[in-house]
Nanobody
Framework: QVQLVESGGGLVQAGGSLRLSCAAS????????MGWFRQAPGKQRELVAT???????NDADSVKGRFTISRDYARSTVYLQMNSLKPEDTAVYYC???????????WGQGTQVTVSS
């Protein structure tokens, strides 16, 4: 089993920055890639960014140039640095771990990010 715990959310003004953290514990060796997702009220959950075991990253078009995903292997932690935040970035952000079947089977509890205009 894998446990994921997010932190770092909060309220920030437009143009500001936040850094989200996702600490992994348990059988983390079974995780292939890590991802950050978000879900705004009344909207479907969307993929924000992913990072593979070898460090390759991919970002959604809506956050390119503003958000950066990274990982610290020593701390078993994945980060999402969010800069130039916009009100439309307001959502609950979740980190997730991809298992060997290619599905994101492991999820954190989510952390709220609110960007005021």
């Amino acid at each position: 089993q894998v446990q994921l715990v997010e932190s770092g959310g909060g309220l920030v003004q437009a143009g500001g920055s936040l850094r989200l953290s996702c600490a992994a514990s348990g059988s983390i060796f079974i995780i292939n890639a890590m991802g950050w997702f978000r879900q705004a009220p009344g909207k479907q959950r969307e993929l924000v960014a992913t990072i593979t075991k070898d460090g390759s990253t991919n970002d959604a078009d809506s956050v390119k140039g503003r958000f950066t995903i990274s990982r610290d292997y020593a701390r078993s932690t994945v980060y999402l640095q969010m800069n130039s935040l916009k009100p439309e970035d307001t959502a609950v952000y979740y980190c997730a771990g991809e298992s060997s079947n290619g599905e994101y089977d492991y999820w954190g509890q989510g952390t709220q990010v609110t960007v005021s205009s």
